[in-house]
């Protein structure tokens, strides 16, 4: 039986003009933010729409109909910061579901680094930033999370959601570093190469689970160019 994950970044922040480490700071969407999660929503809606379409199509008696389960989403996670519960809420709406937050879910700590820019960090903090951005397993942000910080928190937090709704469709509305960590988990990837993928504001990936063999058929994707 296959779980389907809708993993997706939260929208635009307010001052994304800007490129500095927001991490734990609670940043609110931007009304920009605010209209790439609707479009994903809105792709995420037909999507579903489309599937269940083609498969009542092969229905012996469509009398029943496909399971409800099988045809929207049933659960909406999101880490407890604002950005990211917006961003749930607007990913909840079209089914009538409640947004779940899980602050294990939330934005790396980036402990004194947070509220700068990567330019700010560059000229006061010179050699930590290139060796961070070197290999951000071996090292991390100063006084911040660790990079297995991360992931044991968050892989944990997404396997118990998995294991919560097997079979079913489910999302979890998070952070760019978060997203980065269970990518490269699922996919295999050395952590240390995590800045290797790339996460958009309101990117959708989207993961289905085979019993429990991942398979990523969706990474990164906008749906706001």
């Not at 790439?36 to 599937?51: G, H, N, P």
Request: charged share 25%.
């Amino acid at each position: 039986m296959v779980t389907i994950l809708y993993l997706i970044r939260h929208g635009e922040t307010e001052g994304a003009e800007t490129r500095r480490y927001k991490g734990t700071i609670d940043v609110p969407l931007s009304e920009n933010g605010i209209r790439q999660i609707e479009r994903v929503s809105d792709y995420i809606v037909e999507t579903l729409k489309r599937e269940h379409r083609e498969k009542e199509k092969f229905l012996v008696s469509p009398s029943p109909g496909i399971p409800v389960s099988r045809s929207m989403l049933t659960a909406v996670y999101c880490s407890d910061l604002s950005r990211a519960i917006k961003s749930a809420e607007l990913i909840a709406q079209p089914y009538s579901v409640k947004p779940v937050i899980v602050p294990a879910l939330r934005e790396r700590s980036f402990g004194i680094w947070e509220g700068m820019s990567f330019e700010e960090i560059k000229e006061k903090y010179p050699e930590e930033f290139t060796a961070w951005a070197g290999n951000p397993l071996a090292f991390s942000p100063m006084e911040g999370e660790s990079t297995m910080e991360v992931k044991d928190r968050v892989i944990n937090a997404m396997d118990a959601i998995i294991q919560n709704h097997s079979g079913e469709r489910v999302a979890i509305v998070s952070h760019g570093g978060v997203i980065r960590v269970i990518l490269c988990h699922i996919l295999g990837v050395p952590l240390e190469n995590i800045f290797r993928v790339e996460q958009d504001y309101a990117a959708l990936n989207i993961i289905e689970f085979w019993d429990t063999y991942p398979v990523v058929k969706l990474m990164n994707g906008t749906m706001h160019e």
